[in-house]
């Protein structure tokens, strides 16, 4: 029997529920669904139409599944009573580092300002707005090529007023 992505679906229809009650066993109820949703996920990935997978072998993917969801639930919380408020709190940074940070931005926009209106919204568009490349050149009917130019020359000029 070879194994579809269809098939992948109808068995998790028909034994999610069951998988769902052997997770819970490990994990509890809240993170079972979690658990049972990452063993399909990886099956999924897997499927490549030659090997089946019985309700057995999804039983034992789920019980490993689970024990190392467990495992990595237990480090997370010992490493969060570990820490002290120091280490999660962000630092609060000194006037003297305020007034550089400011000043650094100042020039920033001063060098953004200077730069030619196109280089400036290609610019903005990507580092501002996270464009991929590709978006920006269909939004502005320009080649991808052009965008990467534009992006290099702005970043060039930031590096150059910065410093």
Request: hydrophobic residues 45%; glycine residues 4%.
């Amino acid at each position: 029997m070879s194994t579809s992505l269809d098939d992948i679906e109808n068995l998790y229809v028909s034994e999610h529920h069951r998988l769902e009650r052997v997770a819970a066993r490990r994990v509890g109820a809240a993170h079972a669904a979690d658990v049972v949703h990452d063993v399909f996920m990886a099956l999924w990935d897997r499927a490549r139409g030659d090997q089946p997978f019985s309700p057995r072998y999804l039983t034992g993917a789920t019980r490993y599944a689970a024990i190392g969801h467990y495992r990595a639930e237990r480090r997370r919380e010992a490493l969060l009573r570990r820490m002290t408020e120091e280490q999660y709190a962000a630092p609060v940074p000194s006037p003297d580092q305020i007034v550089a940070a400011r000043q650094d931005l100042d020039r920033l926009n001063a060098v953004l300002a200077a730069l030619p209106a196109r280089t400036r919204q290609i610019f903005l568009l990507n580092r501002a707005h996270q464009c991929t490349y590709d978006e920006i050149a269909a939004a502005l009917e320009i080649s991808y090529s052009t965008v990467e130019r534009e992006i290099a020359r702005a970043l060039l000029a930031c590096r150059v007023g910065i410093e």
